[in-house]
């Protein structure tokens, strides 16, 4: 099968694509032939090693976290079987970026009648971030006032739809060119950042969700009601610091780290079913123009979510 592979830590260019042998499914897995795969930032921070404290420096890897594509293989006793059309958030291992790949049955879950291959590959690890972050942040009641910083790009695209989906009255921070996508994902009212600084507004929000990590707990603290959350998407040793002293105070600070989960990812299944969560796909590429896929990606600069075409 093909598969984008790399060898070394670096730039685009080490991604390549090869024939490599096809996974065996282990137990409680299935094997998924691939059609989307989709691309998120951490990708590229795997590919140039930034997270080799995490990964580890074993090559050849193949990398990738979001797949959907049709079960190919699975035992007999998975609720899973050959034909079904399924779409996982893939361990940190990864593997997307292939024609096949082995998933864990409780990662996976069956793509909404409706949803493209495309789509569903699009939406896993940022839907998931965002479900699981307003998890940490203690939830979302009907009418809570959530904040959303980066609200247009991956993560932040879901968070505004899945808090929508979940009550919230939604506030969004994007740049200019970004304000009517924001408000089409169903934003109650956009900041621009350029123009204004959203951690000075005079509202108290239960959560405040930093998708992009670019502002900090410190900054946001006066936007937080009494027991509010600041989540962020990536934590620093100031993040680490200030949680540290949640104990202390009712405005707490805290991160998210994505988990693979079926059961999370059907909830979000529903929400697409029922029309409330749609991803927004900004480019599609082939398997072929890997080094293309992730000069974009680096960029930070993508409008929701870009992925892999594969069959
Ligand atoms: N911990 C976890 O489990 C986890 C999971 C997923 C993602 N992450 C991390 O979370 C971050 C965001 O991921 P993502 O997939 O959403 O990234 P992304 O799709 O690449 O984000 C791009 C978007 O960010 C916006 N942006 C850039 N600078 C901004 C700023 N200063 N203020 C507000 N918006 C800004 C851009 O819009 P404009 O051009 O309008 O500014 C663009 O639409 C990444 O660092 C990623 O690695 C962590």
């Given amino acids: 099968m093909k598969a984008l592979v790399i060898h ?20 409680g897995e299935v094997l998924v032939r691939v059609h989307a795969a989709g691309i998120n930032p951490v990708d590229y921070k795997i590919r140039n090693g930034s997270l080799k404290f995490i990964t580890g420096k074993k090559f050849p890897r193949i ?3 979001d797949v959907a594509g ?4 699975a035992g007999k006793k998975s609720p899973f079987k050959p034909g079904d059309k399924v779409f996982a958030m893939l ?18 879950c069956h793509i909404p009648e409706s949803t493209s291959m495309k789509d569903a590959a699009a939406t896993p690890l940022a839907a998931l971030t965002a479900l699981q972050a307003f ?21 932040g695209s879901f968070a505004v739809q899945i808090a929508k989906a979940m009550g919230a009255i939604v506030t969004a921070v994007s740049s200019t060119r970004n304000q009517d996508f924001v408000y089409s994902l169903g934003a109650d009212r956009v900041i621009d950042y350029t123009r204004e600084d959203f951690t000075k507004l005079p509202e108290k929000f239960h959560i405040v969700f930093d998708a992009v990590a670019k502002s900090s707990f410190w900054k946001c603290r006066h936007l937080l009601r009494k027991s509010g959350t600041y989540v962020t998407t990536v934590p620093n040793k100031a993040l680490f610091w200030h949680a540290g002293l949640n104990f202390l105070r009712g405005k707490k600070a805290t991160f998210i780290m994505a988990k693979p989960s079926g059961d999370d990812l059907a909830i979000i299944a529903d929400w697409m079913m029922r029309g409330l969560v749609k991803p927004y796909i900004q ?7 890997g ?3 992730h000069e974009l990606i680096e960029t930070e600069r993508v409008r929701g979510k870009i992925v892999f075409h594969v069959i």
């Fill in 70 to 73: 049709v079960v190919e293989q």
């Fill in 8 to 27: 070394q830590f670096g730039g685009p260019e080490v991604l390549q694509l090869e024939d490599v042998a096809l996974p065996m499914p282990g137990s």
């Fill in 63 to 65: 990398l990738g976290g």
């Fill in 91 to 108: 361990s940190f291992k990864g593997g997307g970026y292939s024609e096949f790949v082995t998933v864990k049955e409780d990662h996976l």
């Fill in 135 to 155: 998890r940490k942040g203690g939830d979302i009641s009907e009418g809570d006032k959530v904040l959303i910083n980066g609200a247009s790009g991956g993560v």
């Fill in 291 to 293: 080094a293309k896929a």
């Fill in 283 to 289: 480019q599609s590429f082939l398997l072929s123009e």
